[in-house]
């Protein structure tokens, strides 16, 4: 048999064996791209920056599925200040998807440059839009314990003085100033105290029903009592 004849044997053996390792090979490769995070959804946001959870999922982008970790794309997500939980999903067809559970804004921080949204909890979440009609609060930045003491009385304060609080500014540990949409002066209190706005409103009421002009403060944080800052005089004129 001649050399030739040989040769070209071999190389049909070589071929026919080396036929199935190459499709093995092909196929891995194309289930290695096919198996590739390709894609983010993001539902459930409505009020805050949607991108900016895309932003952090797209991190797993090019990855594969089996090593994209659900848990720690959720971790990630949920670092986010406005974010309170989500739930993600890695697919093996290449698409995350995440739900989002927000924090709900009920007021605004106003004395940090840009303002900035609060939670009922007082944490801070994202900037402000312009025209944001949300309670103020403004002082507060170095204590945020009291920011969030302040935000969990709101309501009692607008209940014990009848009017809607309209902003809150610090002047010390327990002492605030209060301004109400339909009073046309601060009001000084201890806002763990807000029963106390009770008897200076009945105050402000006997003081109005005797036809006294509008004062200019109210003060009522010392416990059982309120002192009442009356308008000077018109000036008299020939």
């Given at each position: 048999?001649?050399?030739?004849?040989?040769?070209?044997?071999?190389?049909?053996?070589?071929?026919?064996?080396?036929?199935?390792?190459?499709?093995?090979?092909?196929?891995?490769?194309?289930?290695?791209?096919?198996?590739?995070?390709?894609?983010?959804?993001?539902?459930?946001?409505?009020r805050f920056p949607a991108r900016e959870v895309?932003?952090?999922?797209?991190?797993?982008?090019?990855?594969?599925?089996?090593?994209?970790?659900?848990?720690?794309?959720?971790?990630?997500?949920?670092?986010?200040?406005?974010?309170?939980?989500?739930?993600?999903?890695?697919?093996?067809?290449?698409?995350?998807?995440?739900?989002?559970?927000?924090?709900?804004?009920?007021?605004?921080?106003?004395?940090?440059?840009?303002?900035?949204?609060?939670?009922?909890?007082?944490?801070?979440?994202?900037?402000?839009?312009?025209?944001?009609?949300?309670?103020?609060?403004?002082?507060?930045?170095?204590?945020?314990?009291?920011?969030?003491?302040?935000?969990?009385?709101?309501?009692?304060?607008?209940?014990?003085?009848?009017?809607?609080?309209?902003?809150?500014?610090?002047?010390?540990?327990?002492?605030?100033?209060?301004?109400?949409?339909s009073t046309p002066f601060p009001v000084l209190?201890?806002?763990?105290?807000?029963?106390?706005?009770?008897?200076?409103?009945?105050?402000?009421?006997?003081?109005?029903?005797?036809?006294?002009?509008?004062?200019?403060?109210?003060?009522?944080?010392?416990?059982?009592?309120?002192?009442?800052?009356?308008?000077?005089?018109?000036?008299?004129?020939?």
């Amino acid at each position: 048999m001649s050399g030739i004849v040989r040769h070209r044997r071999l190389w049909r053996r070589l071929t026919t064996r080396a036929l199935p390792v190459l499709a093995v090979l092909a196929l891995t490769a194309t289930l290695a791209v096919a198996l590739q995070v390709r894609e983010v959804r993001v539902t459930g946001v409505h009020r805050f920056p949607a991108r900016e959870v895309e932003t952090v999922l797209r991190s797993a982008l090019g990855t594969p599925t089996f090593a994209a970790r659900a848990s720690e794309l959720r971790s990630s997500v949920r670092a986010l200040p406005w974010v309170a939980d989500a739930t993600v999903r890695v697919s093996l067809d290449g698409v995350v998807t995440c739900t989002v559970i927000e924090r709900v804004p009920v007021a605004v921080a106003v004395d940090q440059g840009t303002p900035r949204l609060l939670d009922r909890e007082g944490q801070l979440l994202a900037p402000a839009a312009p025209g944001t009609t949300f309670l103020e609060l403004a002082g507060f930045g170095a204590y945020p314990e009291e920011r969030a003491s302040v935000l969990a009385a709101a309501t009692q304060l607008e209940r014990c003085w009848n009017d809607s609080l309209r902003r809150v500014d610090r002047l010390a540990s327990h002492d605030v100033v209060l301004r109400f949409a339909s009073t046309p002066f601060p009001v000084l209190a201890d806002p763990d105290n807000p029963q106390a706005l009770v008897g200076a409103r009945r105050v402000l009421d006997s003081w109005l029903a005797s036809r006294l002009p509008t004062p200019l403060r109210v003060d009522a944080r010392v416990p059982g009592r309120v002192a009442v800052l009356p308008a000077p005089p018109p000036e008299e004129t020939d």
